[in-house]
């Protein structure tokens, strides 16, 4: 059974850069579209990027395009969130999510139950 182990949060100023890891255990990762999922308090869950299964293409959400990148390392089972210029608008607790779906003019999603484990980003001065 797959499991999700996310890591790479904490806090950061803003205009810094983080970089979230999604690694996977006991399947591989490139047989899924993965997305990241972001929830502040209070606010609706927000896909923020996603990649594809089968050529990794790679698409965003407007509040992040230009800023944040994901990408994968199939070698070490990984998909990555290098997210740069962080702004404090981009505080909330990340997710990595399997079978995410990109909607075009309306973004990523992924089922929650789909959601692994959230790791915090705090951008804050």
């Known amino acids: 059974q797959l499991q999700l182990v996310v890591s790479g949060g904490g806090s950061v100023q803003p205009g810094g850069s983080l970089r979230l890891s999604c690694a996977g255990f006991?399947?591989?990762?490139?047989?899924?579209?993965i997305g990241w999922i972001r929830q502040a308090p209070g606010k609706d869950s927000e896909g923020v990027a996603c990649?594809?299964?089968?050529?990794?293409?790679?698409n965003y959400a407007d509040s992040v395009k230009g800023r944040f990148t994901i990408s994968r390392d199939n070698g070490k089972n990984t998909v990555y969130l290098q997210m740069n210029s962080l702004k404090s608008e981009d505080t909330a607790k990340y997710y990595c999510?399997?079978?995410?779906?990109?909607?075009?003019?309306?973004?990523?999603?992924?089922?929650?139950?789909?959601w692994g484990p959230g790791t915090q980003v705090t951008v804050s001065s």
């Open positions: 006991g399947a591989s990762l490139d047989s899924f579209a």
């Open positions: 999510a399997l079978n995410a779906v990109y909607y075009p003019g309306d973004g990523c999603y992924a089922p929650t139950d789909s």
């Open positions: 990649i594809s299964k089968n050529d990794d293409s790679s």
